[in-house]
């Protein structure tokens, strides 16, 4: 039977995202009342600037009071898209303390405070839900903890922040100068509000703590997530991924240790093989793989970023916390009961793609190769380019761990016939 009284939505922040949860609020309300059993209504938007004019948006609705309009009481929702810490946090838990449940796109914030949030979450009976925090528009945080819940998930490896990925692409495939592309990233509404949250893949290691804390059901710390950016990234490495058959991306990869005892989780730029599907997501396109002991390797395609895909996935959360509430129930909260220690870097085991800048003279190859052979690490291919007494040696590893492959660099750096480490770069997708 449809309830007549309407479910009351505050709105935190009107940006890319607000702006279109907003607007598919309005243009979409007769279907969203008819899916969730009751109508939803825009009861109050908190901005910071309140003399803008946004379309579609009652004036009398928008307040610079966020505090003031979480604490009304009669609200039933509070979608949260302001992003950053604070005041995001403090706002959060005042919504829970006065009855509300909270939809959130914010992965930085749930990254580092998601296990308090949600312990006060439970604590007032109350959801928090945020598929649009990790890859968008791309259902992914559902199908993890409710379609997947009785399997067990043993790796998650994918491109998930579009802003890197429309760079890394334009980069590859026009030529594009890095801040050519990142501007127009930028424009299109894709990147944070400070785009080294992106670059730096701080925004993508975020995600990866996420996805793995639900994944593993335990808990990912950001500081546990091993990080490297993708801003050292040149034409010169585009080229030799080229000559080797793959491309570059920013991947997020968080693993179950093959003995099961603890996992690992990293963001780093990879090589890929082109014929890797992941090699063919361009844009701002974000793609996961989800490899899971009894279904097997599934794939999660879609846009990552952007106003109105991003809003796709708030909306989705909102009717769902619409409808525990009006069944009186709640959604799956944390689930961080396993506690698995997460490894350090060093103890990843993959490939890898070493330039170096090399002495041009007799013997040097060997020394090199017995550096490598000293730390353990197997050698796949070695190719050298050279003219004017210096030369470019391209080394391709086997499979080593992280730890054997930093002393391994570690020690190249200290032969007089190695003038410097040009790039190191991880291989994944083989
Ligand atoms: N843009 C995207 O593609 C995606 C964004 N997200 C997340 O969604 C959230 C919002 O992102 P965007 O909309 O892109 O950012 P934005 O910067 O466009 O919008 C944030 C809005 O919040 C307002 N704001 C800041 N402090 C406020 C306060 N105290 N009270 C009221 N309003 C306040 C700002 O004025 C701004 O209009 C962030 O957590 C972001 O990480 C998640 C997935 C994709
Ligand atoms: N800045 C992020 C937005 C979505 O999470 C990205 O580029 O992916
Ligand atoms: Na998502």
């Known amino acids: 039977m449809m309830r007549t009284r309407p479910l009351k939505v505050a709105l935190l922040g009107c940006g890319v995202v607000g702006s279109e949860v907003a607007r598919i609020m309005t243009t979409h309300a007769d279907d969203l009342t008819a899916r969730i059993g009751a109508p939803v209504e825009l009861a109050g938007v908190a901005v910071r600037r309140p003399s803008k004019v946004r379309a579609g948006i009652d004036p009398a609705l928008v307040t610079t009071d966020a505090t003031a309009l979480v604490k009304r009481g009669d609200i039933d929702v509070v979608i949260e898209v302001i992003g950053g810490i604070e005041p995001a946090r ?7 303390e006065h009855g509300a449940s909270v939809v959130s796109a914010n992965k930085a914030l749930i990254a580092q405070d998601g296990a308090a949030l949600h312990a006060t979450a439970e604590q007032h009976g109350r959801d928090l839900y945020y598929e649009a925090a990790v890859a968008g528009a791309i259902p992914l945080i559902r199908p993890l903890r409710e379609s997947l819940a009785g399997d067990k998930v043993n790796r998650v490896l994918g491109i998930v922040n579009g802003t890197t990925n429309f760079i890394l692409d334009k980069m590859d495939s026009t030529g594009a100068g890095y801040q050519e592309a990142l501007d127009e990233a930028t424009a299109l509404g894709y990147a944070e509000a400070d785009p080294t949250a992106d670059v730096e893949g701080f925004d993508a290691a975020a995600k990866a703590a996420i996805l793995a804390g639900i994944a593993f059901h335990t808990r990912v710390r950001l500081d546990d997530v091993y990080r490297e950016g993708m801003t050292e990234v040149t034409a010169a490495d585009f080229a030799s991924a080229k000559r080797m058959g793959c491309t570059i991306k920013l991947l997020a990869i968080c693993e179950r240790a093959a003995h099961g005892g603890s996992v690992t989780a990293r963001v780093h730029p990879a090589m890929i093989p082109l014929s890797h599907p992941l090699a063919s997501v361009r844009e701002a396109y974000n793609a996961v793989f989800v490899e899971a002991e009894a279904a097997g390797q599934l794939m999660f395609y879609g846009p990552g970023a952007g106003g109105a895909p991003t809003a796709s996935a708030v909306l989705g959360d909102l009717v769902a916390v619409c409808r525990n509430k009006l069944g009186e129930a709640t959604g799956p909260g944390d689930s961080a009961y396993t506690q698995l220690p997460v490894s350090p870097m060093g103890e990843v085991v993959t490939r890898y793609h070493i330039s170096l800048d090399v002495a041009d003279k007799p013997g040097v190859l060997a020394q090199v190769a017995t550096v ?15 003219k004017d007494g210096e030369a470019s040696l391209v080394v391709v590893t086997h499979r080593a761990p992280d730890a054997a492959l930093s002393g391994t660099v570690e020690a190249l750096r200290r032969l007089d016939t190695v003038r410097g480490v040009a790039s190191i770069m991880r291989v994944e997708g083989e």
């Open 90 to 96: 403090a706002l959060i838990t005042t919504a829970f």
């Open 372 to 386: 490598f052979a000293e730390h353990g690490v197997s050698i796949d291919t070695v190719r050298q380019t050279g």
